[in-house]
């Protein structure tokens, strides 16, 4: 499978990374124009983007970096999407001097879990009812000076 490739995220993408935030997530969790502005302004923030796919934000300081969000559209799914933004932001992380790359996941959402381990993220950790469904959150994580390049 080609892997679409990401881009950086610019100024001009917010409306789509609202509704395509609004598309991947519940109401409830949707993440609106300022949430997504606030987590791009924090240091170290950086985001990628696949045009009409999805998107990932991901926050990279002290030696460590961390997915804020990930949203793939429904009608992308499976197509590589997730992969491309995955690897693109271990690049991206790995070159703002992170050794080391976590994400949360709800311990139900099996397809995210199944894309992550694809990726060699593994589990270090739970959060106990962490989603407002009082779903667990599993804390994975990847060394990344060993996935240079994916």
Known sequence: MIRPAPRPVVDAD???????HAGAFPPDEAWGAGAITTMLAMPGAFGLMVAGGGFILVRAAGGEAEVLTLAVASGTRRQGVGTAL???????SLARGAGVLFLEVSEQNTAARGLYAALGLTEVGRRLRYYADGTDALVLSRVLCAAAGG
């Open 86 to 92: 995955v690897i693109g932001a271990m690049a991206g």
């Open 14 to 20: 917010l409306p789509a990374l609202v509704g395509l």
